[in-house]
């Protein structure tokens, strides 16, 4: 082998590093620029984690995915205040786990859930430390896939 050959073959395998890496350079730029974009991670967040929050009085806040898999959101409120003492949840389809419900304020309740008619989830709300200032509750529903 000539002194030509060996440097063409150098040349060659430089070349293949080079193009490797400047493609690979390319793919995470790529990949880097789609988790910036913010419709494509609420899309993402939407089919992963699909969560709804709503106020004391069932309308929607923000809509994370979860609303379609439910139907409607009704809210019976306690008749001291504005605790809700049952939410009902009407899912469009059957659920094999019940949907998690979190209260999003300060206050402390024990939160029961249990079968409805049809593809119901019934949450049974007790609370037993709030705050009487509260002109508004939030809670946010995850869907468990």
Same mark, same amino acid.
């Given at each position: 082998m000539d002194i030509k050959t060996v440097f063409e073959i150098g040349v060659l395998v430089i070349t293949l590093i080079a193009a490797l890496y400047g493609g690979l350079l390319f793919i995470?730029?790529? /990949?880097?620029n789609r988790i910036r974009d913010d419709a494509f991670l609420r899309k993402l967040a939407s089919a992963l984690r699909p969560s709804v929050v709503f106020d004391h009085k069932?309308?929607?806040? /923000?809509?994370?995915?979860?609303?379609?898999?439910i139907e409607a959101i009704d809210v019976e409120l306690?008749?001291?205040g504005p605790y809700p003492k049952r939410i009902i949840i009407h899912p469009t389809q059957h659920l094999s786990y019940a949907p998690l419900l979190t209260p999003l304020e300060s206050d402390l309740a024990d939160i029961s859930t249990s079968r409805g008619n049809k593809h119901d989830w019934i949450y049974t709300i007790d609370y037993f430390m709030t705050s009487e200032e509260r002109r508004m509750l939030r809670y946010r529903l995850e869907i468990i896939l």
């Open positions: 995470d730029k790529r /990949i880097e069932g309308p929607v806040l /923000i809509d994370q995915g979860a609303m379609r898999f306690d008749k001291e």
